[in-house]
Nanobody, 123 residues
Framework: QVKLVESGGGLVQPGGSLKLSCAVSGRTINAYTMGWFRQAPGKEREFVAVISRIVGSADYSDSVKGRFTFSTDNAKNTLYLQMNNLKPEDTAKYYC????????????????WGQGTQVTVSS
């Protein structure tokens, strides 16, 4: 059984930082494409970042490039999303996801999802 569990969300002021974690069980993360997505109330789920062993480096959406960093700890089978210089528009529920089929930014590629962790950026 594949399970993804996010943690690390919370309330932060604009300009602040948070680090999200996603613990994965049932699959070895360095064998698959791993992604972060987010969804704000009333909006569609939005791609944030993706990484895979084959590609090597992470790709980011334009809205977070230069502020967010996607990393992995293969020994812990855990993903991380370091978020710096947070803005109110980053407020959303953040999800990690695993794809067994393809590399990309479309949520349709992803087979397994976590339950999400809420990030709220507000003064």
């Amino acid at each position: 059984q594949v399970k993804l569990v996010e943690s690390g969300g919370g309330l932060v002021q604009p300009g602040g930082s948070l680090k999200l974690s996603c613990a994965v069980s049932g699959r070895t993360i360095n064998a698959y494409t791993m992604g972060w997505f987010r969804q704000a109330p009333g909006k569609e789920r939005e791609f944030v970042a993706v990484i895979s062993r084959i590609v090597g480096s992470a790709d980011y959406s334009d809205s977070v490039k230069g502020r967010f960093t996607f990393s992995t700890d293969n020994a812990k089978n855990t993903l991380y999303l370091q978020m710096n210089n947070l803005k109110p528009e980053d407020t959303a529920k953040y999800y990690c996801a695993l794809s067994t089929r393809a590399y990309g930014s479309s949520s349709d590629f992803y087979d397994y999802w976590g339950q999400g962790t809420q990030v709220t950026v507000s003064s």
